[in-house]
T-cell receptor
């Protein structure tokens, strides 16, 4: 069974500051993929960043980066230079065949 | 436009009624999925289809059925709706089954069962 846990239901950050969203997961597979999705109030699901489990190097996409710790089964998302448009629900997800999601973290950005 | 179209956008449904949520994609993706999103629970997989003509059960399949007659369409049917099926429903598709590609999501259907 695959499970994903996001222990922070809500987080807030000051504009231009850095915030880290936590995610842990459990799987018996050695080959899998991890994702962070953003869901703004529009309800649309937007892919933020992807990490292949076989790669040790942490993925980076502009202001978004991850800290992938395979042994600890941890996959946190760091958002640098936070912007008002970053305010959204963020979902961590694990994919081997189908995708399993965490409960989500609601991020508020304060001006 | 390339992507997934879901219909309706929202619906209020009387308990006991039958309802089909529509999902159509134009990307020729083989794999398609239905999820429900509930506050505090994230997105949970209802049913999936790896290719036309095949379907499978996800985490929460009870009360729902799907069909996959062709590559583009993947409707979700609630045979007799109950209030616990009040949720936002997302259809998604993927270019692969193996995992590298993420999902393309539809914009969701908000269903309220009263």
């Amino acid at each position: 069974a695959q499970t994903v846990t996001q222990s922070q239901p809500e987080m807030s950050v000051q504009e231009a500051e850095t915030v880290t969203l936590s995610c842990t997961y459990d799987t018996s597979e050695s080959d899998y993929y991890l994702f962070w999705y953003k869901q703004p109030p529009s309800r649309q699901m937007i892919l933020v960043i992807r990490q292949e489990a076989y790669k040790q190097q942490n993925a980076t996409e502009n202001r978004f980066s991850v800290n992938f710790q395979k042994a600890a089964k941890s996959f946190s998302l760091k958002i640098s230079d936070s912007q008002l448009g970053d305010a959204a629900m963020y979902f961590c997800a694990l994919r081997r065949n189908d995708m399993r999601f965490g409960a989500g973290t609601r991020l508020t950005v304060k001006p | 436009i390339a992507g997934i179209t879901q219909a309706p956008t929202s619906q209020i449904l009387a308990a006991g009624r039958r309802m089909t949520l529509r999902c159509t994609q134009d990307m020729r993706h083989n794999a398609m999925y239905w999820y429900r999103q509930d506050l505090g629970l994230g997105l949970r997989l209802i049913h999936y289809s790896n290719t036309a003509g095949t379907t499978g059960k996800g985490e929460v399949p009870d009360g729902y059925s799907v069909s996959r007659a062709n590559t583009d369409d993947f409707p979700l049917t609630l045979a007799s709706a109950v209030p616990s099926q009040t949720s936002v429903y997302f259809c998604a598709s993927s270019e692969d089954q193996g995992g590298y590609y993420g999902y393309t999501f539809g914009s969701g259907t908000r269903l309220t069962v009263v």
